[in-house]
């Protein structure tokens, strides 16, 4: 079986110790990342956003070395400039319209053409790529699956909140997300040639400029021999984004070991997916999800419990059976929505949720 290699990226919000508010003081802290972690650190669009990946992981374990050192660095840029970090797909309280752009050509770009879309899009995601060394495989896992996307997507919800509301959803991140174009679940493609010809078509029609504008949960990744998985709000816990990307990585070469026995696992329509994305978005786990083979609304626990089993021959080999298995700790203890929910049941008080992020951030580190 090949490697399956691993990158995992993290967006996370600067955050003023006093207030809890987004600070738009991003550029200090990446210009001190910059000296230490090269380009493993960088600015995004809104001032208050930053983001780190991790170099080439060859297994979970190196993974998880290199998230954590790069959470405990980037706390440690952020504490000398008196701010703190926070792990969150969306800010409790804060408002866009507040928040400052990165000087950028390619943000100017951006926002010229989606103006109130792209300022509005103050979210902080977790995107993970499974290396795969053929693109026709690729794009035969990657339709196989996106069926799997909303049980992820359901373990990673940590976005209640937004503007100051509880927007009843365990993911409201995804919502602010789909006012973008080419954003949800991505359609069946037969081959990595006519994937290629989508893109090339938009190119030459001058939608994009490249296949980085494809903002799909999972693509093809334009640059990368990956497979990149986009749709999960960033995990409070270093644990969460491993158990995650453990996931995702098993997944992977599951379908993998499934098409060299020349097996198959049925692709279902982008039009039924959506439909679990969605109760995904507004339920996290504690909902039901459609199982299409049976035709039947199933607790989300039960298909959780599924997935492990389907992935259950893999784990071993990659050597992640303890971190796929953490999905039963999120299960018992509730995603980072169900525990933001908690705290403001409690306290009613927005800033106790955001100290509450922020001390789950630093949790391993």
Not at 292 to 299: D, I, L, N, R, T
Request: charged share 25%; proline share 3%; glycine share 6%.
């Amino acid at each position: 079986m090949p490697v399956f290699t691993l990158g995992i990226e993290e967006e996370f919000q600067t955050i003023d110790p006093n207030t809890g508010e987004l600070r738009s003081h991003m550029s200090k802290i990446v210009d001190g990342g910059q000296i230490v972690l090269q380009e493993r650190v960088k600015a995004e669009m809104h001032q208050a956003v930053v983001e780190v990946g991790t170099n080439i992981c060859t297994n979970i374990q190196e993974a998880r070395q290199e998230v954590t050192y790069l959470r405990k660095m980037i706390i440690e840029l952020a504490e000398k400039q008196n701010l703190k970090i926070a792990a969150a797909g969306t800010h409790p309280f804060s408002d866009w319209q507040e928040q400052l752009i990165t000087p950028n050509e390619r943000y100017d770009r951006l926002i010229e053409e989606m103006r109130d879309v792209a300022r509005s899009n103050l979210i902080f995601g977790l995107h993970v790529h499974v290396g795969i060394e053929n693109r026709n495989e690729g794009i035969q896992i990657m339709n196989a699956v996106r069926y799997f996307l909303p049980h992820i997507y359901a373990l990673s919800t940590n976005s209640p909140f937004w503007r100051g509301r509880n927007t009843g959803f365990k993911s409201y991140r995804s919502k602010v997300f789909d006012k973008f174009p080419r954003t949800g679940i991505p359609d069946f493609f037969s081959s990595a040639a006519e994937y290629d010809e989508y893109i090339n078509l938009l190119i030459k029609t001058g939608c994009i400029d490249n296949g980085k504008k494809i903002w799909w949960d999972i693509r093809l990744h334009p640059f990368f021999d990956t497979i990149e998985f986009r749709i999960c709000d960033v995990p409070m816990r270093i644990d969460e984004t491993i158990c995650l990307a453990a996931i995702m990585q098993a997944l992977v070469a599951k379908i993998y070991k499934l098409h060299k026995q020349n097996l198959n696992f049925r692709p279902y329509r982008r039009i039924l997916i959506n439909e679990n994305k969605w109760r995904a978005a507004r339920y996290g786990i504690e909902g039901k999800l459609i199982d299409f083979g049976k035709q039947e609304e199933v607790p989300t626990h039960q298909l959780i419990h599924e997935l492990l089993n389907f992935i259950d021959d893999v784990v071993d080999e990659l050597g992640s059976r303890e971190e796929c298995n953490y999905v039963l700790k999120i299960l018992e203890m509730g995603t980072g929505a169900d525990r933001q929910l908690a705290v403001f049941q409690e306290t009613n008080d927005f800033k106790r949720v955001m100290d509450y992020i922020i001390e789950e951030t630093s949790f391993g580190v």
